[in-house]
């Protein structure tokens, strides 16, 4: 069966860095669009960035310059460099899986979801 697994978060504080990692399995990897998502406490899934099959990635304005997207398709791994971090960038983390050569933003366009790691800025 289809499972991701996102590992890498963590609490730093506000300047700092932490690396998101998205285990995947179950997919022929390199055929997927890839996400990740945030869901701060009481507000709704947002998009962050994606990237796609041939490695062009995307961002939200709110991360671009400081967020970065890669995938091994090697490894079937995907991964989410976070810098310059923010307080506002606290949230729950998923990565996401669309079998699409096309990355949208909407979460329903994506119907695998990993369970989330959690990501906490402090001031």
């Known amino acids: 069966q289809v499972q991701l697994v996102e590992s890498g978060g963590g609490s730093v504080q506000a300047g700092g860095s932490l690396r998101l990692s998205c285990a995947v399995s179950g997919v022929t990897y390199r055929r997927y669009c890839m996400g990740w998502f945030r869901q701060a406490a009481g507000k709704q899934r947002q998009w962050v960035s994606a990237?796609?099959?041939?490695?062009?990635?995307k961002y939200a304005d709110s991360v671009k310059g400081r967020f970065t997207i890669s995938r091994d398709n090697a490894e079937n791994t995907l991964y989410l460099q976070m810098n310059d971090l923010k307080p506002e960038d606290t949230a729950m983390y998923y990565c996401?899986?669309?079998?699409?050569?096309?990355?949208?933003?909407?979460?329903?366009?994506?119907?695998?979801w990993g369970q989330g790691t959690q990501v906490t800025v402090s001031s």
């Open positions: 996401a899986a669309r079998p699409d050569d096309y990355c949208l933003i909407l979460t329903s366009s994506y119907p695998f």
């Open positions: 990237i796609l099959i041939d490695g062009s990635p």
